[in-house]
């Protein structure tokens, strides 16, 4: 019965960072709240890698902004927990030394990038984003995992 309470809460809690992860407000309230229409910049209604990698980019520099630019695993897993996110910080730690830099968050999100469905020009719509983003958070939250990676963010 407790393991019921506790998913549903869960499962709620994702529900709720998912609806609220278009908000430009969500980052200033330090989650980390992915958005498949903020990665739009040209708003063509499609995201290209170079569109999906900057956007990572900006958002590690926002959770970072008050660090040397890396953050305990620890850290990290709260943060992304905090945001909804369902990531794997231990598959980020690539060297295993605790920390996550950046340069380890970029290479786990390009990792993300090419798991994506995408078009023959090699670019997602931000519908087909928004559905990989909902399923991966879904699946997540079923499982009860918030360090799953096995889809991406």
Do not use: C
């Not at 990698?53 to 695993?73: F, P, R």
């Amino acid at each position: 019965m407790t393991r019921l309470l506790v998913f549903l809460a869960a499962a709620t809690l994702t529900s709720v960072s998912f609806a609220q992860a278009d908000s430009s407000t969500d980052l200033a309230r330090g989650g980390m709240h992915f958005s498949a229409k903020a990665m739009d910049t040209n708003n063509d209604g499609m995201i290209s890698q170079d569109e999906f990698m900057k956007y990572h980019s900006d958002m590690w520099d926002q959770m970072t902004k008050d660090s040397n630019g890396s953050m305990s695993m620890s850290d990290a897993r709260s943060a992304f927990a905090r945001g909804g996110m369902h990531v794997n910080v231990k598959a980020m730690d690539a060297d295993h030394s605790g920390t996550i830099t950046k340069d380890e968050f970029m290479k786990y999100e390009a990792t993300h990038w090419s798991l994506l469905p995408k078009d023959a020009s090699g670019q997602i719509s931000v519908s087909d984003m928004q559905k990989a983003m909902k399923k991966h958070r879904r699946k997540a939250a079923a499982a009860g995992d918030s360090t799953d990676t096995s889809k991406p963010d």
